[in-house]
């Protein structure tokens, strides 16, 4: 039980690392990528109040993550 814990934890860090070493490494070209600003994510703008709720982003970014725990379940078996 806790070695595949270990494991886990492991292949999330690498993820999380490889991420971010691509963020670092792009240089600030993934600044007009438009995470947060998609068809879907609901804005209200009312005179001074702002709402944003990013629905899309949301759905998205879990899909994703499922899919990238699912992977590193798959390996770590």
């Known amino acids: 039980m806790m070695s595949e814990l270990g494991k886990t934890l492991v292949v999330i ?4 690392f490889l991420l971010g ?3 670092w490494l792009s240089g600030g070209t993934l600044k007009n990528f438009p995470i947060g600003r998609l068809p879907g994510d609901i804005l209200i703008q009312n005179g001074h109040f702002t709402f944003y709720f990013p629905l899309t982003t949301c759905i998205l970014l879990s899909i994703g993550l499922s899919a990238l725990l699912w992977l590193g379940q798959a390996i770590t078996r």
């Open 13 to 16: 860090g690498l993820g999380i």
């Open 21 to 23: 070493g691509l963020l």
